[in-house]
Each structure stands twice: as C-alpha cells, then as structure tokens.
C-alpha cells in the first residue's frame, strides 16, 4: 500500500473526518493505488477515491470506464482495502465470443458490468449515498475537482458537511511508506544514472542539448519518465530552470544537472556540479562552501529537528565556509509522489521532521556572470538519523 | 503568436469581457509564450497571464520570480504584446561583479528588479488596479486557479465581476495560429518516426516494454517529450490505455501503438497498428472496416460540416465495410497544447467544423480475446478540405 492509512485515519479523527474523498491524480494514486492514466496526462478527467474512517464503511476508486483496463491490468496494484469500483462514463470494449479470455481480461469483462453512472460526479454521490456516510463530514481535496462539480456535489447531498482537505493529503503524504521509499530509492538511482550517461560524453563541443538527450534516454532505458531536465553549461549554469540549448561545452565550464525522472508515478530531484577541467578557484571556493552546508544538512536531519532549524544551520554554514552573502528561502524539501512535498526546509517553518520523510536537501547558488552551483541528495529520515538515496558521493566532478 | 488573438477578442467582446485571466499552464503559455515550468510540470504553481480587450489597455504576465530566467532565455517565445511582468515571491540570484553579463544574464537581471509582491494573488490584484479594469467584467479561467485564491480575488476587487472563462479558452484554442499548426505537424512527425523506430525492432520474442522503450528514446532523440505511450501486443492490445508489459510478440500478433509525445508544449496522439506476419483473417477485415471510416472522415472533414455528421457516417461505414456491430462515443477531437481539445467528435456535438482546427479522426476498436485496432491521424481542417498532419499511409504494416 502506498498510503500511510495509521497517519490518515489519525488525522481524520483529530479533524472530525468521517471520510476522505481524493480527487487529484497524485491523491487518487496515493489512495487506493490507481494510476487513472488520462488525469495524469491532462487536466480535467476527474477520477476520485472515497475513503471512509475504519468504523464507516468501505472505500470506493470512482472511474472513468475508459479507464477500467488499467485496473484489470494492475490489479497488484490496487490496494485491496479498496473493494468497490464505480465507473461512469461509455466506452466500448467488445469481446471475442470464440476466445478463451486472459485473466486481465475477465476482470476488464466483470469490471465492465459493475455499477455504472452517467458522470464522475453522479458515480461520486451514489457512492456516498450507498455508504453510512448521509450527514457526515466529509474531507474533500479541493484541488483536484472541477469547480463546478463541486457546487453539484453540495446540492446533491445537502446534509453531508464537505470541507476542504487537500492540507490532510499533505500533512499525511509527508510520512513515506515502505512501498514509497522503494520507489523514490530506485527514482533517485535512475537519475543518477543518467547523469553519469550524459556526463560520459562531456567534452570540449558537446552542447546543452546533446547532454540532455544522453541524460532522458538513459532515464527511459531505466524504465523511467523524463520530467525535470535542467542542464546547463559555463554562464548559462546560473540560470535556475535552465533548459538545453545549443551552447557548447567550454574548458573550465560549470556543468549543473538539477534533474529527476517519475519511477513508479514517484519523483526523483537531484543536483550534481561537474567542470570541464580544473574549476575557476571561485567556483572551487564557493562549492566547498556549499558542500559543507550540505554536510551540515546530513548531520542534523533526524526525527524531532525543526525544519527552520535546519535551514538556519545550512545558511550559516555555508556563509562561514566560504560564501558569505550566501541567500536562499529554503535548504530542502519533501519528495513523493510529487516533485515538491512538505516539509519545505525555510527560515521559518516550524514542522518537526519525523521517521520516514524523504527529503532532497539542497544548497543552490545563482551568480550570474560565473555559474550555477548546487547539490542536491534525497534521504530518508530514519528512526535515529538519515539515510541517504544516492549511490554517487557529492565531490564536485572534474571531467 | 500561439494564441487566436481575433478569435479571443471577438469572443470576448460577445461574452462582454472587459480582460480574461489565464491561469492553467496551457492557458498561460497559450496567451504569452512563457513556459511556466513548475507549473507544467506540478500541480499548485500559480501563473498568470491578464489579458484586456484591445482598447481595455495591455497584457501582464505574473510570474514566480524563481521563474524570470525562463523568460529572459526564451524572450524570443514570448509575445511581445506581453510587455509587463509582475513577478512574486523571494529567489535569490547573485551577480558576478567583475563579469560581463551575456544578453540573457542582463535582461534577468533586469527583471529580478521589476515589480514584485509577496505572492501571486497580491501580483494579479495589482495588475489589475494599475490597469483600466476597476469595475470591469474579468473572464478568469476557474480550472487553473487555487480556490482559496480565488475567494481573495473577489474579496480584493469588490467592485470588478469575475465571471468563469475556462471554456472561452477552449473555444479560442479551437482554431489553431500557423505557429500552432508548424507544431502540432512536427509533434506528429515525431511520434510517426518514434513508431518507426519501435517496429525496427519488433521481431518475435520482443517484448512491450522494449518496444516502448525505442519508442520513447526516438522521441527523446528529436526533441520531444513522451507522454502517451500505450504500446500492446497480442490480446493485450484490446486494453485501450495498454501500458508496456513483459508480454512477448508472437506470430500473427497485433501491435498497437496509441501514443504521442510533446514538442514545444504541443501534443501528438496518433495510432497504427502492426502485426507480426500476416493477420489472421477477423482481423484484416476489421481493419479493413476501420480503414474505410477513416478514410470516410477524409472525406468529409472541411469548414462547415457538423461534429456529429461525421460522426454519424464514419460509424455507418464502419459498419457496413465489415464490422457491423461498431459502437464508438467519438470518431475524433480537437489537439493543441492539450491532447483532447474541441471539437470532439460525437452522435451529439453539433459544433461546426471550421478552417485551422486541428483534429485527431480516429477509429478505434477492442475486443477482448482478439485485439485493439485503431488508426489515427491528426490533420489540419483548411479552407476547402482537409490536410493530413501525416507522412506515412494507414496500411496495416505487416512485419
């Protein structure tokens, strides 16, 4: 199972939730292990996950029914605490009356023939209405439902209380599972990879582009989907959201990789700095700097750390070490399903960092004129400390 | 320009529009060039672009300042019509001193120094008290904006109606700009040599996922980004969202390729179908069928037809050229910055077709123990006819 349900059902409680209703890809994935293809992909399909408190009944993954092979297909997949499946929606799929029919293929047959409705938004109110959940309070993320869906859903069920509950799919999406650090492990492993993929055709010539088209093959050979590619060389490295161009690879450059593909629907964010030969000394200095910082980081991420505590740390660090107007608004963040999760590590957040948050620290430097300069692991907090995700150390790489 | 600047004013001049907000990524880099990164890539990042009627005053794009660098790089992408940025929120960049700054590096830095608020809600209230919109009717496209921002809006500007306009973007985007149409032929292009690089490897004993993994490093190799990749083989085939499996090809066995990429923000989605040797005989008459009602639509897709006549005769050809229990909610859609745009072409749609859409015609089947088949080209509605987006032709490719 994906979803930390001892975390959500004790956040419900505390909120007065009797139920929960997810309604964003990331949510409806996270809650009942459904990747509803098309939500992901575009804006607009709306595909839903209604989950009630242990004592209220059972939860139930609304469909789209063009979608329906994905669940017969990943049946693995799915979480069994989700038993009910309501589709809306035509679509024809025909069957072969002289075929014997794979397994995949029975379930799609029976899936096709359960209950159905006319809109995602009548398939969610029956299954309200066919639960114990009349005149309760209802949690609905309030970021993933079609605005005017939401004003349906209301006058339908004028005794159920909905309120917004996309911060409790924050709040408990924070604390990974198991299942998610395995991903997240193996998503952070796979950019890695394909860093080393584009930095072993870096010569003098190569350009932004070449390097990462090297780096988002390697990442769909490993079996991953290409989403954060920032790579850029010499002045151009200072850019944070640098996408290749045909700038080429000159003696001295900077190369700044801040990068990360979707393993498994999770996310990886990783920056690595390496230098076509022997570094400028600033760069070589203020790389020391922001290095210790990171290390800084390593030695305080542990269960019960303040994440302004952490952040203060980190800055001062690397201003005493060698960068000494260093400034940032955050040394770290949260992963998981999504590139950008809390905990955000700011100056003054004042969350407590738990076992099992995966985070991606970070110390990041823009000048303008020199280089962009960062490096970025993901860890996991672990019981007594932190664990780190990456295999590669974090030496400033001279190539 | 990407965005039907007639077509928007006339729209909103009809509507009684004083301005529109853009605030979804497709939105925002449909109305000002600019690639909003984060939020393209995550859902939450707020951007925006105020849009006034032409004598209402001019364009703002408000954008996170983390983001400025995307601007100062691609200045050539961004509309000049677009002449003020706000930006909003703190992102420390740091200037080399002793350095001569490149063009780029200079106009970021210059715009690190523009307007600037504390967060985007702030920015877009501002934009629009400093323009002639006090009091004004502001369409604000409801599907890309937070909900809680949008109360702030309202709370802000008492005095101005905000009033939803998600759909008069979509109907805008419905007919495509020459630049638009440029892309959406090279991302089709894309996919058709993606699919090409796929079949070069496609020999007994291959699997899905090494087709889909040449598939999806072809379109990493020209430039583009994967997105749709339903790639199955054999039975699997007849799953219509299919995603790449260990299942091997065997003799007689379809392919089915239901994929598309991303170029320059513009989507491909186009289908051929394979098999390895010759078909057996069911389904060469089906694709017969298919073929015909595709090559149905050809005929008849020109300005002025209605969504659902086509509709109408493709599936009655279908029918009658060998699959006489057909059954299909659309023969076709519209494509642009989103893969399923207006018009869709369904039994009840009565939008008329018109010269510059972009369409995707389709005529897909699954049958569960057989397999899926489907043909889809995207083509470009013209004054007098229509125009394939295509190179290759809709032969069933026996391999």
């Known amino acids: 199972m994906l979803m930390n349900s001892c975390r959500l059902f ?28 098309t939500q992901w992909i575009r804006r607009g399909p709306q595909n839903y996950v209604l989950t009630p408190a242990p004592e209220r009944g059972k939860a139930c993954l609304i469909a789209s029914s063009d979608l329906l092979d994905l669940a017969a297909d990943r049946i693995a997949e799915l979480d069994t605490w989700v038993p009910a499946i309501r589709a809306y929606g035509f679509f024809a799929i025909e069957r072969d ?5 794979d397994p ?8 096709l023939q359960g209950p159905h409705d ?15 959940l009349r005149g309760a309070t209802v949690g609905i993320d309030e970021d993933g439902i079609a605005p005017r869906f939401m004003d349906r859903l209301a006058d339908a069920l004028p005794r159920t209380k909905f309120t917004p509950a996309a911060d409790v799919f924050r709040f408990v999406r924070a604390v990974k599972t198991p299942v998610e650090v395995l991903r997240l492990r193996r998503a952070a492993s796979i950019s890695e990879e394909a860093i ?8 003098e010539g ?6 990462a088209c090297a ?7 490993a079996g991953a989907t290409p989403v954060l590619g920032c790579i850029g060389v010499g002045a151009r490295s200072a850019f944070p959201n640098v996408q290749p161009s ?28 390496a230098t076509l030969g022997r570094p400028v000394p600033k760069v070589a200095r203020y790389y020391h700097a922001l290095r210790k910082g990171l290390d800084r980081a390593y030695e305080l991420v542990r269960p019960g750390v303040r994440a302004s505590d952490i952040f203060a740390e980190v800055v001062a660090v690397v201003r005493r070490e060698g960068l000494p107007h260093y400034r940032r608004h955050h040394v770290g963040h949260g992963i998981g399903l999504d590139g950008y999760e809390p905990p955000i590590l700011t100056e003054r957040n004042a969350d407590v960092l738990e076992a099992g948050m995966v985070l991606c620290i970070e110390t990041p430097y823009y000048e303008l004129g020199l280089a962009g300069l960062q490096i970025e692991d993901m860890v996991v907090v672990t019981k007594d400390g932190v664990e780190t995700l990456m295999a590669s150390d974090t030496d400033l790489r001279v190539i």
Chains 1, 2 share one sequence.
């Open 97 to 101: 009356g002289e075929a014997m029919l």
């Open 104 to 111: 995949t293929s029975q379930r799609l047959e029976a899936m």
């Open 215 to 221: 780096f988002h093959t390697q990442t769909v050979r």
């Open 246 to 273: 045909a700038q080429r690879l000159q003696p001295a450059d900077v190369i700044r990789f801040d990068v990360g593909g979707r393993y498994q629907h999770y996310r990886a964010d990783i920056a690595r700095i």
């Open 10 to 37: 004790e956040r419900m409680k505390r909120d007065g939730l009797d139920a929960i209703i997810a309604t964003t890809p990331e949510n409806v994935t996270y809650s009942s292990g459904f990747w509803a293809m």
């Open 196 to 203: 080393n993929a584009a930095l072993a055709i870096a010569v």
């Open 118 to 132: 006319s809109d995602p938004i009548a398939a969610l109110i029956h299954a309200i209405q066919h639960s114990e």
């Open 206 to 211: 190569v350009t932004e582009i070449e390097l």
